[in-house]
């Protein structure tokens, strides 16, 4: 992928700030540098937590910051209420398909269950081949070191490729997962493991 075809990165994140200030910094930091690279901020739309840190950052260095959320959440007035764009969707399923279809590439934040559910899903279609874009760890304070491990288990042990866990990029730095996001070419695989490759 060249980095022509960069306009807009997605980024999944805790609607907590986490217990480390060094979450909330990175949040800041990413949202910055989004904007730095020319590109457009794509997230979940609320204004809480690393998700709400990304956004003002973005917002604040003339960004452009599209938020995704279920009617339901902005109801509960948890919606970040000064996004270039608020898309409202119906579901989660609904908001996961838009946020991906929206954006470039991919990166996870610090963040709970929800943050891995939303990326892991990303990961898988991009293993099923049904897109190209890169994802990537932001691994604040070693905050993913214990997933990394696992991940490379996963592989070892056979049920993931080398190849598939190997996009998944893990880096603490923004600068670096932005190179290596506009520098990424998709890995071609067959998702099954027991199988020839063709």
């Not at 690279?37 to 973005?58: C, I, S």
């Not at 490729?161 to 190179?179: L, N, P, Q, V, Y």
Request: contains cysteine; glycine residues 10%; hydrophobic residues 45%.
């Amino acid at each position: 992928m060249s980095s022509a075809k960069l306009k807009s990165i997605c980024v999944f994140c805790g609607s907590n700030p986490g217990n480390d200030p060094a979450y909330l910094e990175a949040a800041r930091s990413l949202g910055k540098s989004i904007v730095a690279q020319g590109y457009k901020l794509v997230y979940g739309g609320a204004e809480v937590g690393l998700m709400g840190a990304v956004a003002d950052a973005a917002l604040a260095a003339g960004g452009h910051a599209i938020g995704v959320m279920p009617k339901a959440l902005i109801d509960k007035e948890i919606a970040h209420k000064g996004l270039t764009e608020l898309l409202s969707v119906s579901s989660m399923h609904e908001r996961k398909a838009l946020m991906a279809d929206l954006s470039d590439g991919f990166i996870a934040l610090p963040g709970g269950v929800g943050t891995l559910e939303e990326i892991f899903e990303i990961w898988t279609w991009a293993q099923l081949g049904h897109h190209d874009k890169p994802l990537a760890f932001m691994n604040v304070a070693g905050f993913y070191n214990p997933l990394c491990t696992f991940l490379d288990h996963q592989s070892d042990e056979g049920f993931v490729r080398k190849g598939h866990r190997d996009m998944a990029i893990f880096s603490d730095s923004a600068e670096d997962i932005m190179r290596a996001f506009e520098n990424y070419e998709a890995p071609k695989l067959q998702k099954w493991v027991e199988r020839a490759e063709i």
